[in-house]
């Protein structure tokens, strides 16, 4: 009579916020989610302008390098990148603090899981960012330089807010990526949403019901950062006329 | 030869604002100046005149180092602007200086288009010179109503029309209190019935002593305003003088041949 009963169980018992719901664990892995989407996408954001500026005015070495940099993290799976990168990421950073002479340290998975994303994500965030400033019109560039203004100046006020309305689509493509990307991170045993999903399924047996659960989760998150974006993309071009159709 | 403008007009030395000399500038193996030279004082007005290709635009972009001259001296104020072999400057921070004292106006006004016309004008005062911001808004709003665009100083710069947008870039040029300017074609990109208000506001800049290195195709305009004139040709100045002498009496074939075509 008693498994009958628990296989039985509504989806809204299945899905209450207390045990024996797995409401919370859901809640709790899309929170660990979010942390890692947004971690990983600050970060990666973060590389991709350094990397953006590095490609269109560094120098032939720092070209070179990430050149290989974007190459090599867009041409193989992220899968694999994930695990190369999990278990080279801390090791590399164990040498870097030996070799500065201190102690060996053990990351916490939050902190790698956001590293190794965040890395990925920056190879396409480069990408992005170098073609929306390679759109900025040239002119106002120079309009900048003939005034005095310093490069990082100008980058800082002039290329940059010009190249986000440029960049925006793009971006948000990557967060999206982001979010989702997440999910890879179940392979490393990191409990986010599609973990917990998978532990709440496979304990319950009811898959159908948390696996639309997780669906409608993602969704949500999809939803409103397109709501989101819509409004910053709208900012980003404020002084461009709308084109009538 | 160096050649000092406004012959005759001057009483007393007036302080040089920029020399030229023996400016030579190559674009790979194609050699575009060949070697120029000019000296603007305080109050003068060149207007330099040319054939199209004939390096006028490369000259005036080399004396802010948009472009980097392949040899010769670029002197800003008095202040050799020192460089390395290869033309660019050697040091950033004295070029960068040298340009805040130099308004340039391009022919496609390149005004910030994410910027309203008061954000352009304040820009530069605000966040390069440091001048308090109220005081650079009360520059920038004297300088709009000058220029006739007060109205549309709220205005994002793709809502004016060409000859207002190139009104404010001109008023964006004088709102860091230039000591000379520098202007490329200033009318060309605009459509006909536009020119004139453009002109008019050069016109009053030119009445007030302002020192200007003006390129152009409005020889008529350039007669009017400027005390000196300078014709390239092919990278080397084939003649040059005082407006009346260069437009009236052009010793020069290819000058002669230059204004005819022109009607
Ligand atoms: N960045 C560049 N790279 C290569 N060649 C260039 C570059 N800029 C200018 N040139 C060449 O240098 C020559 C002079 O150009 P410049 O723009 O100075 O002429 P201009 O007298 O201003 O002509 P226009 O009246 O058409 O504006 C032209 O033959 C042009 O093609
Ligand atoms: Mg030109």
Same mark, same amino acid.
């Given at each position: 009579?008693?498994?009958l009963a628990?296989?039985?169980?509504?989806?809204?018992e299945?899905l209450?916020?207390?045990p024996?719901?797995?409401g #919370?664990?859901l809640l709790?892995g899309l929170?660990?989610t979010?942390?890692?989407?947004v971690?990983?996408y600050a970060?990666g954001?973060?590389?991709?302008?350094?990397?953006?500026?590095?490609?269109?005015? #560094?120098?032939?070495?720092?070209?070179?390098l990430l050149?290989?940099?974007?190459?090599i993290?867009?041409?193989?799976?992220e899968?694999?990148l994930?695990?190369?990168l999990?278990?080279?990421?801390?090791?590399?950073?164990n040498e870097?603090l030996?070799?500065?002479g201190h102690?060996?340290?053990?990351?916490?998975p939050l902190?790698?899981g956001i590293?190794?994303?965040g890395?990925?994500? #920056?190879?396409?965030?480069?990408?992005?960012?170098?073609?929306?400033?390679?759109a900025?019109?040239?002119?106002?560039?120079?309009a900048?330089?003939?005034?005095?203004m310093?490069p990082?100046?100008?980058?800082?006020?002039?290329?940059?807010p010009?190249m986000?309305s440029n960049?925006i689509?793009?971006?948000?493509?990557?967060w999206?990526?982001a979010t989702?990307?997440?999910?890879?991170?179940?392979?490393i045993?990191?409990s986010?949403?599609?973990?917990?999903?998978?532990?709440?399924?496979?304990?319950?047996?009811?898959?159908?019901?948390?696996?639309?659960?997780?669906?409608?989760l993602?969704l949500?998150?999809?939803?409103?950062s397109?709501?989101l974006? #819509?409004?910053i993309?709208?900012?980003?071009r404020?002084?461009q006329?709308?084109?009538s159709r | 030869?160096?050649?000092?403008?406004?012959?005759?007009?001057a009483?007393?030395?007036?302080p040089?604002?920029?020399?030229?000399?023996?400016?030579h500038? +190559?674009?790979?193996e194609?050699?575009?100046?060949?070697g120029?030279s000019?000296?603007?004082?305080?109050?003068?007005?060149?207007?330099?005149?040319?054939?199209?290709g004939?390096?006028? $635009?490369?000259?005036?972009?080399?004396?802010?180092?948009?472009?980097?001259?392949? $040899?010769g001296k670029?002197i800003?104020?008095?202040?050799?602007?020192?460089?390395?072999?290869?033309? $660019?400057p050697a040091?950033r921070?004295q070029i960068?200086?040298a340009? =805040?004292?130099?308004?340039?106006?391009?022919q496609s006004?390149?005004?910030? +288009?994410?910027?309203t016309i008061? =954000?352009?004008?304040?820009e530069? %005062?605000?966040?390069v010179?440091?001048? %308090?911001? *109220?005081?650079?808004?009360?520059?920038?709003?004297?300088?709009l *109503?000058?220029?006739?665009?007060?109205?549309?100083?709220?205005?994002? %710069?793709a809502?004016? $029309?060409?000859?207002?947008? =190139?009104?404010a870039?001109?008023?964006?040029a004088l709102?860091?209190?230039p000591?000379?300017?520098l202007?490329d074609e200033?009318t060309?990109?605009?459509?006909?019935e536009?020119?004139?208000?453009?002109?008019s506001?050069?016109? *009053?800049?030119?009445?007030e002593?302002?020192?200007m290195?003006?390129?152009t195709h409005?020889?008529?305009?350039?007669?009017?305003?400027?005390?000196?004139?300078?014709y390239?040709?092919?990278?080397?100045?084939?003649?040059?003088g %005082?407006?009346?002498?260069v437009f009236?009496?052009?010793r020069?074939e290819?000058?002669?041949k230059?204004?005819?075509?022109l009607g």
């Open positions: 009579m008693m498994p628990a296989m039985a169980a509504s989806p809204f299945l209450a916020l207390s024996p719901g797995w #919370g664990t709790l929170a660990n979010m942390v890692i989407a971690g990983a970060l954001l973060a590389i991709g302008i350094m990397g953006a500026f590095g490609k269109l005015y #560094g120098g032939p070495i720092t070209r070179d050149a290989v940099y974007t190459t993290v867009r041409a193989v799976p899968l694999v994930i695990l190369i999990f278990y080279a990421v801390p090791g590399l950073i870097i030996i070799g500065l102690e060996r340290i053990v990351l916490p902190i790698t590293a190794v994303l890395v990925v994500q #920056g190879a396409y965030s480069t990408e992005v960012l170098r073609g929306a400033i390679q900025v019109p040239h002119g106002q560039i120079e900048a330089r003939a005034m005095g310093t990082m100046l100008t980058a800082r006020r002039i290329t940059l010009l986000t960049a689509p793009g971006l948000a493509n990557l999206l990526n989702k990307d997440t999910a890879l991170l179940a392979v045993g990191f986010e949403l599609t973990k917990a999903t998978y532990q709440a399924a496979a304990t319950t047996k009811a898959f159908f019901t948390f696996y639309l659960a997780a669906m409608a993602y949500a998150i999809s939803l409103l397109t709501v974006f #819509g409004r993309e709208k900012w980003a404020r002084g006329r709308v084109m | 030869m160096t050649v000092t403008a406004r012959e005759g007009k009483s007393g030395p007036r040089e604002r920029i020399r030229i000399e023996n400016l500038k +190559s674009f790979g194609i050699e575009v100046l060949k120029v000019l000296t603007a004082c305080e109050g003068d007005v060149v207007a330099v005149i040319g054939g199209s004939s390096g006028k $635009s490369t000259m005036l972009r080399c004396i802010n180092f948009l472009e980097t001259p392949t $040899s670029i800003i104020g008095g202040e050799e602007i020192r460089m390395r072999p290869d033309g $660019s040091d921070r960068e200086h340009r =805040q004292h130099l308004g340039m106006v391009f006004f390149n005004l910030w +288009s994410h910027m008061l =954000q352009n004008l304040i530069v %005062p605000v966040h010179l440091k001048v %308090p911001k *109220d005081q650079a808004v009360a520059i920038a709003e004297r300088l *109503d000058r220029v006739g665009l007060l109205a549309k100083k709220d205005a994002y %710069p809502y004016l $029309s060409g000859g207002q947008q =190139q009104r870039a001109i008023a964006r709102a860091i209190e000591r000379a300017m202007f200033p060309s990109a605009l459509d006909p536009l020119v004139g208000e453009v002109l506001v050069i016109r *009053d800049l030119a009445a002593g302002r020192t290195i003006l390129v409005e020889m008529k305009f350039a007669r009017e305003v400027s005390n000196h004139v300078m390239l040709y092919n990278g080397l100045v084939e003649e040059q %005082p407006p009346e002498q009236g009496a052009p020069s290819r000058l002669q230059f204004l005819k075509s």
